[in-house]
């Protein structure tokens, strides 16, 4: 079975801070996909980032980046000189490439930026 | 625009009568989902469906029921033996196909039942 591990329920930090939320995740495939998604109040979850399981490279974009370690089994999120604009819930989420490509989810991390 | 629609937003409704939430995607996908959120909770998966008459029972789908008759349309029913159907719902779909798995979401339908 496969199952998506965000620790950390909900941080605090002020805008400008670094903020990096941890998702570690556990599958028996050895082809699947890792994700990460944005939920602001608004509710509709926003895609962020698709990483397949055979590239281990960093990826940035713009004030995000991600940092994928296959040896620990995590896909950690960081946000550079966060903004109040952060504010939301992030999930990580699994797939496990069947044909119906199904995915799991963590329980999500609460991201609050304060002025 | 191409995209999901999920309409109501908000839903409510009495105990013991069935409800069906509407989702509705022109974007071409094959594969439609229905996911359940719950306060501090991550999502859910109820039912999913690949292909027009299919469907799959996901890990929640004990008083749901859902229907795929149209390739753009996935309508979920929730019946009145779902025990605490109080929840925000999502729709999502994506074209396995392509070879790219990121499901695109709705932007959900917030249901209460009193």
């Known amino acids: 079975a496969q199952k998506v591990t965000q620790a950390q329920t909900e941080i605090s930090v002020v805008e400008k801070e670094d903020v990096t939320l941890d998702c570690v995740y556990e599958t028996r495939d050895t082809t699947y996909y890792l994700f990460w998604y944005k939920q602001p109040p608004s509710g509709e979850l926003v895609f962020l980032i698709r990483?397949?399981?055979?590239?281990?490279q960093n990826e940035i974009s713009g004030r995000y980046s991600w940092n994928f370690q296959k040896s620990t089994s995590s896909f950690n999120f960081t946000i550079t000189a966060s903004q109040v604009v952060d504010s939301a819930v992030y999930f990580c989420a699994l797939s496990d490439l069947s044909g119906y490509s199904t995915l799991t989810f963590g329980k999500g991390t609460m991201l609050l930026v304060s002025p | 625009d191409g995209g999901i629609t999920q309409s109501p937003k908000y839903l409510f409704r009495k105990e013991g009568q069935n409800v069906t939430l509407s989702c509705e995607q022109n974007?071409?996908?094959?594969?439609m989902y229905w996911y359940r959120q719950d306060p501090g909770q991550g999502l859910r998966l109820i039912y999913y469906?690949?292909?027009?008459?299919?469907?799959q029972k996901g890990d929640i789908a004990e008083g749901y029921s859902v229907s795929r008759e149209k390739k753009e349309s996935f309508p979920l029913t929730v019946t009145s033996a779902q025990k605490n159907p109080t929840a925000f719902y999502l729709c999502?779909?994506?074209?396995?196909?392509?070879?790219?798995?990121?499901?695109?979401f709705g932007p959900g339908t917030r249901l209460t039942v009193t």
């Open positions: 469906s690949q292909i027009v008459n299919d469907f």
């Open positions: 990483r397949n399981s055979f590239d281990e």
């Open positions: 999502a779909s994506t074209n396995p196909r392509t070879g790219n798995y990121e499901q695109y």
């Open positions: 974007l071409n996908h094959d594969a």
